[in-house]
């Protein structure tokens, strides 16, 4: 099912979402099924949008979805950073779908998750994938790319220059 989703000032975005619970697994899976419906939809209108945080639909459980290629469900993720590097990205939202913020990120990142059958999984990220599963990720912590912006000029409106 399609659900609406929360946009920038919305206070339910800075909120710190729970762990899921392996009991809650059969809920969870509805999520993934509604994170799904609704990412593809914000495609079919935007033309963009390659994963989704449960907050983001008013979800307060630690949980990602992504399509790529595939679909990849993220329960209770954990980011690990193996070095310092880091590079600038414009991080666009789906919260704020025609606002870019300029951030840093690492280039780098592991993520250790549960996958929806509870294994216990790990996916090394690099560039542009390393730098989406951190703006996800954030969502879990309650905080936005504009929060992480590099300084006050680091805001963009999409097809402004």
Known sequence: MIKDILLLGNPQLYEISESVEKNELDVIKEVVANL??????YRRVHGAGRAI????????KRLIYMY???????????????DN?????????MSFPNLLVKVMRYKKTIIKYHDIEWNE?????????SELLQHE??????TLATMRAIDHKSFFLKGCN
């Open 137 to 142: 990720y954030d969502h879990l912590e309650g």
């Open 121 to 129: 999984c790990e996916m090394e990220l690099l560039g542009d994938l």
């Open 68 to 82: 790529i290629d595939h679909p990849v469900a993220f329960i209770n993720p954990v980011l690990v950073f193996p």
């Open 53 to 60: 945080a449960a907050p983001q639909i008013g979800v307060k």
């Open 36 to 41: 799904h419906d609704t990412l593809f939809e």
């Open 85 to 93: 590097e880091k590079f600038e990205v414009l991080d666009d939202c």
